[in-house]
């Protein structure tokens, strides 16, 4: 009866994990940015968009390295915010499992120690290229560079870069990379 309670209870944890990873997913895929092909459009590379506080107030020049360098820490903290919970419910589950989902669980906790790798190696090659700061944001099928706008802000040749940086380092391919401008 202890066996059926606890592999009820890791399937529980694994079908929360799994929804919450799936509605997360459809969310993000929602919010994707525009195409690459898209993102090499001058017009919207060179967008004259101002970033607007929660406040009300808009971005000045005072204070705009300081609100970038903010969005870009707030992102990683995030994002392992994410990564911290669901490492927590695998253990959780593989806690209550049996070895078959103990062997099910350590592949994805191995996966997301991958991506989590691979976006700091992109994020450091990128930054080590001269950007002030990047966030990589990787899914299944898509991965986004968010990338502090340089001074003119990003041109056909940054983006050749950036993508030839998540070329190099990942398994996507030139439809599934979008490049996006942090003003």
Known sequence: MKIWKKNLVA???LVTVCGGIYANWVYSGEQAAADLTDTLN???????DSLVMADGSSLDSDNEVNTMTDYFAAVRLSRQEAR???VTL??????????ADITASNAQLEQIVEV?????QIESL????GY?????YISDDAISIAVAAPEGGLQQAD???ITDIVLTQSQYTMDQIYVVEVL
Request: charged share 25%; aromatic share 2%; glycine share 0%.
């Open 42 to 48: 001058e017009d919207k590379i060179l967008s004259s």
């Open 159 to 161: 983006v050749a870069v």
């Open 132 to 136: 002030a700061d990047c966030v990589a």
């Open 126 to 129: 990128v930054i080590a290229k």
């Open 11 to 13: 399937v529980a944890v």
């Open 116 to 120: 989590a790798l691979c976006e700091a």
């Open 84 to 86: 911290d919970s669901a």
């Open 90 to 99: 695998l253990q959780e589950a593989m806690a209550y499992s049996d070895e």
